[in-house]
């Protein structure tokens, strides 16, 4: 029964973001979604493991219902013994994922409620010999969190992948492995004279009948399958045999023929314990005593329970079945697509009203010690001013990553929710064109993405756009000469200096001229027709410089160093200077603010935000600038909005739950 242990905060060379649930709770899992999520793999130790298999019930502590939920009936499920480290299979589930199917399960004599209440049951699908830690750990080695734990949540790829392992590994009914086919056919098949072949032929003969039935008719439409069955099974060379149907069609086709080899083996005639006692058809003397002896053969064969023809014919049975099965597979992927299309949407849906019910909720129990009380209103019955309002886009509140776009009103102090993005996108770049908001990349905690969305404020609806040349995420990107540009970020492997442009006529991202350093959670921003980038991450150090890139040259030139050194801060332009705002220096976050004035080409200090924070959002409204949400020490999520008025300084203007969210994006209102 596994545990979870508390995710760190992206603070320094990492460059994985933090995972939901780092902020104020333990991490039991990956949280893939339902259609994400393509097995499972329970805890047990030799004290429960014989429960777990006689009553045919796997459980986990109740923290992992979260995913336990999404187990349907026919999902793979693997058993993790934390006592010698073998890894069980293959079962199947039995039921859904429930709370308390056995409420006094793994207790002594049912005294008291089990410590594991998140369960479902089970069968066996296949048995296995299990798999020691060091067989199965480089399968699933993006799971592991520390060197001996690891999430539980797997991916259909890993899930295909084990199902391989373990399959090269089935135990056989009755304890023994099929003997060797080829040999007992060769012997007990009665040959005329006149055919001859060679020792072995008849064993290749239906040893490469077997193969091509399989070759020919086991296909697959999986596209995410990275192997088929392990290498060691050799009768089945199932690699080229997964194009068309799923993994779980793969193993009953395996089955079906080690079954069909149980049965040819369970037929063997019985045979003299010295076979070379048997007439050798293939000796001249023996062909030279006539027709007197042949008959002794023919005999004999008769005597056999198996004939040579029942061979044939299983196999092409066994071939048919596989084309019924390929066809019916066809129609089912045909379904599946059009389901999953109909669940994506009603996914969206549901987020979009959880993400209602949820501001809802904060409007009844806000504290009374926030500074200003939130007001969520019917979308329909809100009518904000865009000349003082700003876009808030994705972001994350410690528990779940949004895909949500808001209107924030800076003077009603209310939120209304728009139409949400179609996935979700958070430490990613929003950039304003024509009118609509264009957002780049980013991610969910879990992975990134390389898709572009743009929305259109008239119609409230989201449009897609050309995909990035590659996923990645804590980029910037600016507008400059009615092109976008996404400038640095980084891919989980590497930080990116790559820049690339979307020019809108020709409908797709062109890589452009890289930047001199590499920038992982930088600021970029445009300022009279150039494009500015500042601080970031270049994978060994947090830096202090900054570079312009003048379209009109097609080069990137050094510009004076900040004062400090800065990532995921914010950047803003404000009466023709840079802002620099926030991030985080290397060692914390910082409440810093610096100035850029291309004019005398140099940073000053200015005056610092009232709360240290990076990964915020800020926006320029009505000559001010406001900081909304973000990180602080101490890993706490923000929950305030800072306003900053040339002369008048930073003042706190809003407090609420409905903006503490961290790796959001926020852009002004076009006046467009």
Known sequence: MGTGQ????????????????????????RNLRKNELGGVIFGTKNTTIKECLSKQLFGLPAQHFSYVKNIDPGLPLFLFN??????????????????????????????????????VQVHVRLKCQPLSEDKFRPIIQDNYYTQKHFWFELDHTQ?????????????????????????????????????????????????????????????????????????????????????????????????RLKELTLNLETQKPSLPDDVSDIPDVNNKSFVEKGNSEAPAISEKTEES??????????????????????????????????????????????????????RVEYAYNVPSTYVEK???????????????????????????WFKTMDMYSTSQKVIKSLKPMNSVHSYTSAVQLNGEIFVLGGGNGHVRCETVESYCPFRDSWTLWPSLNQKKGSLSGAAVDGKIFAVGGGNGIECLSDVEMLDLDIGRWIPTRSMLDKRFSLAAMELNGALYATGGYNGSDYL??????????????????????????????????????????????????????????????GEPMIHARGYSAAAIVKESIYVIGGLKIGETIVDTVEKYTEGEGWKETFTASTVRKCFLSAIACSDE
């Open 374 to 400: 939130t007001f969520i209103e019917s979308s329909a019955e809100l009518h904000l001013d865009p000349k003082d309002s700003l876009y808030l886009i994705g972001g994350f509140n410690g528990e779940s």
């Open 305 to 358: 329970p198996a004939t040579p023809s029942e061979f044939p014919y299983d196999i092409s049975q066994l071939v048919q079945e596989v084309k019924e099965l390929t066809a019916f597979s066809k129609i089912q992927i045909e379904r599946n697509c059009y389901l999953e299309q109909k669940m994506m949407e009603a996914e969206m849906e549901i987020q979009y009203l959880k993400d209602r019910c949820t």
């Open 6 to 29: 508390k995710a760190q905060i992206y603070h320094s060379s990492r460059m994985q973001p933090f995972t939901p649930n780092s902020v104020g709770s333990s991490v039991c899992g």
């Open 544 to 605: 202090n410089s900054a570079e312009r890139f003048d379209p009109r040259e097609h080069s990137w030139t050094k510009i004076p160093n900040m004062n400090s050194k800065r990532g995921c801060h914010s950047l803003v332009v404000l009466n023709e200077k840079l802002y620099a705002l926030g991030g985080f220096d290397g060692t914390g976050m910082v409440s810093s603010v610096e100035v850029f004035d291309p004019r005398l080409d140099a940073w000053m200090m």
């Open 159 to 255: 899930t295909h992948k084990l199902n391989a392992l373990l399959a090269s590994l089935a135990i056989v009914p009755g304890n023994s492995a099929p003997k060797n086919i080829p040999r007992w056919i060769t012997i007990s098949r009665p040959l005329p004279l006149h055919e001859t072949p060679k020792e072995g032929e008849a064993s290749k003969t239906v040893e490469s009948e077997i193969e091509q039935s399989a070759h020919s008719s086991m296909r697959s439409d999986s596209s995410e399958n990275d192997s088929s069955f392990d290498r060691d099974i050799q009768p089945l060379d199932t690699h080229a045999a997964m194009k068309e149907v799923k993994q779980d069609h793969k193993d009953i086709m395996f089955m």
């Open 82 to 119: 934390y006592s010698d480290r073998k890894l069980h299979g293959i079962f199947d589930a039995a039921s859904s994922g429930k709370m308390f199917i056995d409420p006094y399960g793994w207790t002594e004599g049912g005294s008291v409620r089990t410590q594991y209440p998140a369960q």
